[in-house]
T-cell receptor
Framework: DQQVKQNSPSLSVQEGRISILNCDYT??????FLWYKKYPAEGPTFLIS?????DKNEDGRFTVFLNKSAKHLSLHIVPSQPGDSAVYFC????????????FGQGTTLQVKP | EAQVTQNPRYLITVTGKKLTVTCSQN?????MSWYRQDPGLGLRQIYY???????DKGDVPEGYKVSRKEKRNFPLILESPSPNQTSLYFC???????????????FGQGTRLTVV
């Protein structure tokens, strides 16, 4: 049972346009959400996060939106750059001692020059 | 440079031959964990460790062992590897368990394991 889902395996956008990556979750106990970026042959690197007490968090070109009622979050990249081409993972955690991150399947973003 | 280092990066082995994947972090993190990444499934936690000598199972612990004798090291042991353990493995570390205090995890570069 996938608690975190990224239903779009891939996304292609033109350089300079907006990229929107989506993530849905089912567990209402999740209270912290993260986005990781992964290049081939590298480990995931932290990109941006949001706690459940907020509905938006912005860091430069990256903004994460959280809609708790819909159990949905999205990552906006504006403007998109070719160097943003990577696999993006959405992850969630509960405020428990285990610290386990539950990951989505990932979305491959291609930004075309 | 702050980092999580895994070795080896690539490994091909035969069924039943014991192997160890090492993981070391230089950030004095207390929390460490192992994940495996499989197509269509994202990353799933295998084992985690809150601190030295404190380890526990994640979601997919079968066929794996871990130890945490020192804060910086958290090796993953496959006593008798099988083909269904062919996967991409990641070690991760953080000061607190991810989520607590809004802490993110730092990941190693990954170990691609093939069991034939």
């Amino acid at each position: 049972d996938q608690q975190v889902k990224q239903n779009s395996p891939s996304l292609s956008v033109q350089e300079g346009r907006i990229s929107i990556l989506n993530c849905d979750y089912t567990n209402s106990m999740f209270d912290y959400f993260l986005w990781y970026k992964k290049y081939p042959a590298e480990g995931p690197t932290f990109l941006i996060s949001i706690s459940s007490i907020k509905d938006k968090n912005e860091d430069g070109r990256f903004t994460v939106f959280l809609n708790k009622s819909a159990k949905h979050l999205s990552l906006h990249i504006v403007p998109s750059q070719p160097g943003d081409s990577a696999v993006y993972f959405c992850a969630a955690s509960e405020a428990s001692n285990t610290g386990k991150l539950i990951f989505g399947q990932g979305t491959t973003l291609q930004v075309k020059p | 440079e702050a980092q999580v280092t895994q070795n080896p990066r690539y490994l091909i082995t035969v069924t039943g031959k014991k192997l160890t994947v090492t993981c070391s972090q230089n950030m004095n993190h207390e929390y460490m964990s192992w994940y495996r990444q499989d197509p269509g499934l994202g990353l799933r936690q295998i084992y985690y460790s809150m601190n030295v000598e404190v380890t526990d199972k994640g979601d997919v612990p079968e066929g794996y062992k871990v130890s945490r004798k020192e804060k910086r090291n958290f090796p993953l042991i496959l006593e008798s590897p099988s083909p269904n353990q062919t996967s991409l493995y990641f070690c991760a570390s953080s000061f607190n368990p991810p989520g607590q205090g809004y802490t993110e995890a730092f990941f190693g570069q990954g170990t691609r394991l093939t069991v034939v």
